[in-house]
Structures are given as structure tokens and as C-alpha cells.
T-cell receptor
Framework: GQNIDQPTEMTATEGAIVQINCTYQ??????LFWYQQHAGEAPTFLSY????GLEEKGRFSSFLSRSKGYSYLLLKELQMKDSASYLC????????????FGTGTRLKVLA | DTEVTQTPKHLVMGMTNKKSLKCEQH?????MYWYKQKAKKPPELMFV???????INESVPSRFSPECPNSSLLNLHLHALQPEDSALYLC??????????FGDGTRLSIL
């Protein structure tokens, strides 16, 4: 079966660093994506990993280990506006590319 | 500004009504998607169109009928919906296997 797991909720303090983990078991793998979604809004793309290793984009970094079926999103210098849901999604292929979303992690940033 | 445009932003309809949701993108993406999202849940894939052909239908009830008139447009026709169909409906596009770009969604309420 296809399974993507994330912690349901996390809390962190403004200015701190937080790591959101994602583990996956899928048939076929073409890439792993991280999205941010504020309440009532559409998901917005943050980061994308195809190969093992770390991808850095400003305050956001994402890591992938394909052999372990594991990824994390690292958010540095947290700001209040980072309070949102963070969605991990895996792209798989069974003839057509399909994106499977994890359960999402709700992050609360406290002052 | 979002690159994927969805209309209407809000829709209230009775269970006997027929309505349509519209989605448009001009990024040249060849894959387009419909998702349903309930509060505090991840997006749930409904349909995938690849090169204007329906490639994935995730066992969606026939009261939802997708249509792809051309490579830039995607419609979702609604008929005889149930109260449990009330949700945020998201359209997305991608250049497979890259990241998906989401529209702002249509918030649908069934009376």
C-alpha cells in the first residue's frame, strides 16, 4: 500500500528552528515535495527533492533519504507567519504521475 | 497572484442543482488535477488529466463529472450533490514530474 506519515501537530517559538519529519512507503518514487498551507488558503510549493541530500532555499531546507523512505523540512528563524500546515507529498508513477499527500503537520509558532 | 485561476471562489447550492467549477492555467502544464479538501485534512485526489485525457479517477461518485475542453481549462460538473460533499475543491497543474501549482480553490456548501 501507499502510506505517508507526518506528526499531527508541532509547536515552536519565534526565532527558533523546527524540523518536520515525513516517512513514506510508496510503490514507485519520482520525487518528494513540501507545501505550506495557511488555513482557508491553497497549498503553496516550498521545496522539492528527487535525489538524496539537502536542498536549501532561504529559511527553508528539505532533506531526503530514499533508502530510508524519509524526509524532513527544516524551518529556521521562525516567524509568526510560519504558523500553518505543512504537507509532505510523494510523486509516484503507475502510467501517470500521481501525487500522494501525507496527513499534514499543523505548526504553531508562539511569541 | 496565483497562476492557476479557479471560479467561483464560493458556491452554495441545493442538492438538486447543477453547477460547474472552472479552472484555468496558462503555464503550459500538461497535467491538471482536481482535489477535495475537508477542514484539517490533506487534499484528497479526485481526478487527473494528462494531455487532456482522463488518466486517473479515484473512484469518485458519478455526481462529480470532470471535463478538460483544452490544455488550459479544466471543469468539474456537479449534480445532485450531498451535504457531505461540502468542502474546498482545489485545482492544480504541473509539468510532470515537477511541483504542483494550486489555485485558490472553490469553497462549496451544499444545503
Amino acid at each position: 500500500g501507499q502510506n505517508i506519515d507526518q506528526p499531527t501537530e508541532m509547536t515552536a517559538t519565534e526565532g527558533a528552528i523546527v524540523q518536520i519529519n515525513c516517512t513514506y512507503q510508496t510503490s514507485g518514487f519520482n520525487g518528494l515535495f513540501w507545501y505550506q498551507q495557511h488555513a482557508g488558503e491553497a497549498p503553496t510549493f516550498l521545496s522539492y527533492n528527487v535525489l538524496d541530500g539537502l536542498e536549501e532555499k532561504g529559511r527553508f531546507s528539505s532533506f531526503l533519504s530514499r533508502s530510508k523512505g524519509y524526509s524532513y523540512l527544516l524551518l529556521k528563524e521562525l516567524q509568526m507567519k510560519d504558523s500553518a500546515s505543512y504537507l509532505c507529498a510523494v510523486s509516484t508513477t503507475s502510467g501517470t504521475y500521481k501525487y500522494i499527500f501525507g496527513t499534514g503537520t499543523r505548526l504553531k509558532v508562539l511569541a | 497572484d496565483t497562476e492557476v485561476t479557479q471560479t467561483p471562489k464560493h458556491l452554495v447550492m441545493g442538492m438538486t442543482n447543477k453547477k460547474s467549477l472552472k479552472c484555468e492555467q496558462h503555464m503550459g502544464h500538461r497535467a491538471m488535477y482536481w482535489y477535495k479538501q475537508k477542514a484539517k485534512k490533506p487534499p484528497e485526489l479526485m481526478f487527473v488529466y494528462s494531455y487532456e485525457k482522463l488518466s486517473i479517477n479515484e473512484s469518485v461518485p458519478s455526481r462529480f463529472s470532470p471535463e478538460c475542453p483544452n490544455s488550459s481549462l479544466l471543469n468539474l460538473h456537479l449534480h445532485a450533490l450531498q451535504p457531505e460533499d461540502s468542502a474546498l475543491y482545489l485545482c492544480a497543474s504541473s509539468q510532470e514530474p515537477g511541483p504542483q501549482h494550486f489555485g485558490d480553490g472553490t469553497r462549496l456548501s451544499i444545503l
